[in-house]
Structures are given as C-alpha cells and as structure tokens.
C-alpha cells in the first residue's frame, strides 16, 4: 500500500498540526470538522502559528478543507484517515462508525487520543476493520516534537503498522515508536509519573517552586521549564484531567495513584482561573508593580505570591553522580525524584514493553529529556544505584540488576528505528578527544565533531576540536536541541568585562583559521544542523563543504542584535553566495547590499525552504524531514565524495564607498524614522564597511584574508564600545534584543 491521501478529522490543536505536517511532506491533506467554517479557522492559524508549522508558507492553500456533513465523502479517497476530534468516547465512536462505513477497503484508520485505550476505542469495530485500526499518538507541537507512538493490539495487521511506522519516520520525520495499548502508552505515562514526583516531593521536602524547577531541569538533562513551568505551560486544569485519567485507567495498586492524588492547592488554583499561562497565571504569574512586570512564584504552603527568585545551582553540564551525591537538599530532592521515576520505569518492564530502551527514546523524543531514566541509571552507575537504594521489592528488572550487578546492561541505543544513527554508531566510535566544549568521535575513516556546551555556544574549545578534526573527513552534528545559537556571549563578555580585549581577538582569529581551515582542509567537512544554527553556528555551516540540515532549523546571521558584526566569514561568505548571481554581474552594487539588507536586520529562517531565498542555504544542500537519517545522508555525502578536492579561494572584487554611501544613507533613513537609535547607526556603518569592501574600488580584488581582516577590525571596535557590551548584557539577562 501507498499512502497518496489522508483526510485528518478534528481541526483543533492536534488535527491542524498533523494536517501541516502531512502538507510539508507534501501529501494532499483534506482537514474536517463539524463546520467548514473551523477548518478554515483552523488552516488561519496554521498560516499564523509561531513557532511555524508549515515549512513553506505559501502552500497553506494545499490544506483542504471541509465539513463532516458535505464533504465526507473524501474519506472514500483516503488510504489513511486520522481521528483528532475532542476526547470523548461516544464522539469518537460515532465518527468511527461513520469512517468505517466510507472508507475504502485496507485504508489505515487511526486515533490521536493520548488516554483511550485501544481496545476501547475499537470495541465496536468488526473484527476485519480492527485489523486497519491503530492509534497514533502525535504530540504537540507536531512539526517539531519528534515523537510518534503507535499503539497497535493483537488484532492489526503487523505488516500494515510496520508501512505506517515507515511512512511516518521517512516523510514525516516522526520518531515512530511502536506500543502496546497501556494507558498513557510510554510517553505519558513516565513523563506524567516525573512531573507528578517531581511536584509531591517538592511539597513533601518543602523546596520553592523555583528551587525545584531549578534542580529539576537542566542538571537534571530536562527542558528548563522545569515540573512547575511545564505545568503552567502545559494548563493546570488539562493536566488535573490527564490525571483523572490515568487513575480511572491504572489499577489500585499502581504506583502512579500515590503521586496523582488531588492536592488542595492545585484544586484552588483551578477553581480561581489560574490555569498557567492561557489563565491568570498557575505557579508563577507576572504582576504589574508600579508599572513594571513583575514575575512571581507561589508559595507551595501558604499559595501567596512574591517576587520569583533566580537560582543559580552553577550546573551548566549534566552531571548526575554530583547532583545526587550532593549533601544538601538539593542533592536530596534530585535522588529522591531520579530514583523514583527509574524504579517506576523500570517496575513496567515488561508489562508495557519488553524495550526499556523504547522508554528513554519516548523521553527523549517526547519530552526533550538528554537522558532517559535507563540511561540516568547507567550513568549513575549500577553499584552506586544500588548502594544508596533503599528497597525495590516487586521489581523484576531491578531485582534482576542487583544480582547481575552488570554496568553494561544497557546495550545498543535507539532501538525502534532501522536508521543508523548518530546515537547508535557512538558508542562503536572511538573517542578521540573530549574538552569542555566538544568530543572528537573517530568512526570508520571518518571524524565526527559534536558540540557540548548549553545550546552548543562556542568557545576557544570548540573550535580545537573543530580544526584537530579536519584530518580526516569530517561530519559535524550532535544529538542535542541545537546545531549551535553561536559563539558564547558569556565567555565574549568575561574577557570584555576585565578590559582583555587581545584575548577576543585571539578567539575571533582562531575562529576564522579553523573555518578557513574546514574550508580548505584536503578532506571534505560536512554540517549536519538540526535547530538553532545561528551566528557563530552559522558560520561554521556556511565553510563547510557540504550541508545536511534537518528541516527543522532557525538559521540565520543574527550578530548585529547584540551590536556586533559576523567575523568568522559570515560576511564574507554571505557576499560571495550573492556576487555568485546574474544580478550582481549586471550590478557591482547588487551583492552588498543584498547582504546588507539580510545581515543588518538580523534575518532568520524558519526552515530550509525559507532559507534558500537569501541564500542562508543552498539548492545543492541536503533537507531532511527525519533528523535520525542526518548521520547516514551525511555520510552518504562522503562516500559520493571520496575524490574530493578543496575548492579554490575567492577573490571580491567590491565597490567600495559608492555602497558604503548608498548604505549609510539607508542607515540615516532608518536613523531618521527613529527605528534605529545611535549605537544601531554605529553597528551599521562598521557592517557598511565591511560589506563594501572597505577602503577599495571595484577593480581591485581583496582576499579571503582581507575580508577577514576587515571582519575582525569591525568586530573589535564594536565589542570594545560599552554600548555594544550593553547589549551582550541585556541579552544575557533577559534573551531579548536592547535596542540603543
Ligand atoms: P481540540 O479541542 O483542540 O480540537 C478538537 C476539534 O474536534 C475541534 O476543532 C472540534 O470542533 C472538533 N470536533 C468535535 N467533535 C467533532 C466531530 N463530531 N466531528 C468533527 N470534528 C469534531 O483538541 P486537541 O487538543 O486537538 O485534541 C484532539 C485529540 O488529540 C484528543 O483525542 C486529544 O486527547 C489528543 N491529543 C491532544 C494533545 C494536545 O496536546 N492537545 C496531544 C496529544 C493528543
């Protein structure tokens, strides 16, 4: 079978993000809802959503649209159709009955509910439909989380749930994790039992929601928001639902009862409208004092609010074994949730799957952890688990880990998928280098460059493994949120702070070699980005020899937010990709102000597809809907190339002042319209500079070298002015743009 068309019922949240999925894969999408007026409502906000769902804007039209009541008929046409409608059983079962009688023989028919059994769902199904019917668990956002589950029964036909698996990894990009029909299935159902565990102990050990989230979040290998930010995020009161739930689902004598009992104060918190972020607020709410906004925590014993604190547990890499051997309250509360959510998790082997492995990849995929709870407990290693556990009677996966005492129990990596990923090849690869910024893997003939650092910023350490790994081909990528955001401002700003600016220009000079270096290095380099690729990050990509990006990607050359110039080849490059156009041959003034134009107002793009048009990535480089595939596309790319040769130096032949002066004018029209303030004035003309060349006239051609030079000499004048630091500061601080 083939799946050619899908018809997605339920145009709400879920429904509309699977419609856009399906639309960025390209597949007619038809989306049907009680009135063709919600659907269009729907395909609006598609069009309009942030993050963005579509990859390309301009295909929103190829989203059909329609009513349940006309237009139902579709569904005879369809070799797939989703249910995403409201949770509730006897609608879902009517639409069934209806989908069952249209349908054309052997299409797949498939549920997103994320708490009705399948067994459920299907008990009025004959039993030849049940074999089509499956539940496919998308989470939300769909474009950009990676998890799929795929809840099948004894009734399904396994070959059909195999295509679907294979259909939703390869042109949706999903990581599809088939499972049994348990309740919450296995994302839900660890990651609800983390955040329920993480919540009571807070309220047992009494610790402040901020010091909590602060623990249970980053040095943890969990998303910042913590438990009680996810919370708000998430809604309170939808998540008291999903919690009714599980209870009504699991036995009595389930585990998850103890941690899923009403607690009075959320109870309150939902009676009064604060149901997170969509209510008044939920733990924290932001207050307006004295005009000023203000963001507040609850009190977890007293529900008052006060002035949120900052705590900075100075943990920027994750480090279990420290975290849980700490000898205060935090050390406490991080072993008493990590030890929790691993017996639990391990208490369900094989009840839910005899795959432990499928239940880290589902936290990974599902909730952004680094780390699922198998994989915490191999890194806290399984002598030091088991001499600080207290007991773990009924536990057969733990009982049998006391006894094998084996700190190799994990074995293979990412096991739900055929993909060779960069997951499972690392630990067959050699590690040649690891420093506080990056690791050199060796595999095969190959290299392979991951970055380490928070949001993989960069540093002095980054780029040493970057240029001591160009002896041999060479694939960067990582297995982490982020390609790179680019060069890390703290590190930028302690030597600005201390007035050492010669060490900023070692960096920035080091910076540009090893780009120069991946460049032209005898052997090809390859980037593998898979979201934020910005700055620095960019810059790395864009002198590589090869890119294969996932299509979840923000890239761009944002520096000038922050007052600065790109000067590790941002320009430069940006330049050539744009005199390399039958414009600029016509016009010498084309090319440079093009990239003024894209580099001064910071530009991103959301995707590939958007990325092309200013030339932020090229027709030739690789766009990946699965980002498990970037690591054998990437090193398909190698074995294409293995007669590569280095390309050959550019040469810029610029204009010199006539852009400049063309530039300074657009910069005083801005200047002039109050949209830029001085220091943008200031930040645009050292861009101006760069752009046009410098002091030179079009028949005179500069080097990669002197584009560099003319990078650097920006780049210095700027950091150097307090108004730049200004900037870097606020960022810092607040992750917003100070506009000066
Ligand atoms: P939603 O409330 O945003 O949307 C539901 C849509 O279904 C609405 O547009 C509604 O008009 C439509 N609808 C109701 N009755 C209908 C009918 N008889 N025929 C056609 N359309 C009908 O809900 P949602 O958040 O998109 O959830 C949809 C499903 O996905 C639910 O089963 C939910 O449990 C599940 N789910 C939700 C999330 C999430 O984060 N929101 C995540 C995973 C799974």
Redesign the pocket.
């Known amino acids: 079978m083939k799946i050619n068309n899908v018809v997605v019922?339920?145009?709400?949240?879920?429904?509309?993000?699977i419609a856009a999925q399906l639309c960025n894969a390209n597949i007619p999408v038809t989306l049907?809802?009680?009135t063709t007026e919600?659907s269009e409502k729907?395909r609006e906000r598609i069009h309009k959503s942030r993050p963005p769902l579509l990859l390309d804007k301009s295909k929103i039209n190829q989203i059909n649209v329609g009513n349940?009541n006309e237009n139902f008929d579709l569904v005879k046409n369809a070799d797939w159709i989703v249910e995403?409608?409201?949770?509730?059983i006897d609608?879902?079962h009517?639409?069934y009955e209806k989908i069952f009688k249209h349908r054309k023989n052997g299409s797949i028919v498939s549920?997103?509910?994320?708490?009705?059994p399948l067994d459920i769902l299907a008990e009025k199904l004959s039993d030849d439909d049940k074999k089509d019917f499956c539940i496919t668990?998308?989470?939300?956002p769909v474009r950009y989380m990676g998890l799929l589950e795929i809840v099948k029964n004894k009734h399904n036909d396994l070959d059909k749930i195999n295509y679907l698996k294979e259909f939703c990894e390869e042109d949706l990009g999903k990581g599809a994790i088939i499972c049994n029909d348990t309740p919450g299935f296995l994302g839900n159902r660890i990651g609800v039992y983390a955040m329920q565990v993480a919540m009571t102990e807070a309220f047992r050990m009494k610790l402040s929601i901020e010091e909590a989230d602060a623990i249970f979040g980053r040095p943890m290998g969990i998303p910042k928001t913590g438990v009680f930010g996810l919370y708000d995020l998430?809604g309170i009161d939808?998540m008291a639902d999903v919690l009714k739930s599980f209870i009504k689902e699991l036995p009595e004598n389930d585990e998850f009862q103890i941690v899923a009992k009403e607690i009075p104060l959320v109870k309150k918190l939902i009676e009064t409208g604060y149901t997170g972020r969509k209510g008044k607020g939920g733990f924290y709410r932001m207050n307006k004092i004295e005009n000023k906004k203000v963001l507040e925590a609850i009190n977890l014993e007293t529900g008052e609010y006060s002035t949120a604190k900052k705590i900075d547990l100075k943990i920027d890499k994750v480090d279990l074994v420290s975290l849980v051997n700490r000898n205060d309250r935090y050390g406490e509360y991080a072993w008493s949730v990590i030890s929790k959510i691993i017996k639990y998790a391990s208490s369900l082997v094989p009840g839910i799957t005899d795959k432990f492995n499928d239940i880290d990849e589902a936290m990974r995929l599902g909730f952004n952890w680094v780390k699922g709870p198998f994989e915490m407990l191999k890194e806290i290693g399984v002598d030091n688990f088991f001499a600080k556990i207290e007991n773990f009677q009924n536990n057969k996966f733990l009982e049998n880990l006391s006894k094998s005492k084996d700190e190799n129990f994990y074995g293979e990596r990412q096991l739900y998928t055929n993909i060779e990923t960069l997951g499972k090849i690392k630990p067959r690869a050699t590690k040649l280098e690891k420093n506080d910024s990056a690791e050199i893997y060796r595999f095969k003939d190959f290299n392979i460059v991951e970055f380490t650092t928070k949001a993989n910023a960069l540093d002095y350490d980054s780029m040493d493994c970057l240029k001591k790994a160009t002896d041999k081909p060479l694939i960067i990528m990582n297995e982490s949120m982020q390609f790179s955001a680019g060069v890390n401002l703290t590190y930028t700003m302690n030597f600005a702070e201390k007035g050492d600016f010669k060490s900023i220009e070692k960096f920035v000079k080091y910076f540009q070699d090893t780009c120069k270096q991946l460049k032209y290095s005898n052997y090809p380099v390859i980037s593998a980005p898979s979201g934020l690729t910005l700055g620095g990050g960019f810059e790395v990509l864009v002198q590589s020899n090869f890119v294969a990006s996932h299509t979840n990607i923000v890239i761009g050359l944002v520096e000038t937010m922050v007052g600065l110039v790109p000067a590790g080849g941002g320009c430069k490059e940006m330049l050539a990709r744009w005199l390399d156009t039958e414009e600029a041959k016509k016009d010498p003034n084309f090319a440079p102000l093009k990239v003024f134009d894209i580099i001064g107002y910071a530009k991103t793009a959301t995707s590939p597809v958007e990325a092309e048009p200013l030339k932020y990535l090229r027709p030739e480089d690789k766009k990946i809907m699965n980002r498990n595939s970037l690591f054998e596309v990437s090193k398909k790319i190698l074995d294409d190339n293995n007669e590569f040769k280095a390309p050959s130096e550019i040469k810029f032949n610029l204009p010199g002042k006539e852009v400049k002066d063309k530039m300074i004018s657009a910069l005083e029209k801005l200047y002039n319209e109050k949209i830029i303030l001085d220091h943008g004035m200031e930040v645009g003309k050292e861009l101006a500079n760069v752009l046009s060349g410098g002091n030179t006239t079009i028949d005179k051609s500069l080097s990669e070298d002197d584009m560099y030079k003319l990078e650097l000499e920006s780049f210095m004048r700027l950091i150097e002015n307090n108004k730049t630091q200004d900037r870097i500061k606020h960022t810092l601080k607040t992750g917003k743009p100070l506009v000066n």
């Open positions: 019922i339920g145009s709400g949240t879920m429904g509309s993000g049907l809802d009680l919600i729907a349940i995403a409608v409201v949770e509730r609608i879902k009517n639409i549920s997103n509910t994320s708490s009705i668990h998308f989470f939300n998430i939808l």
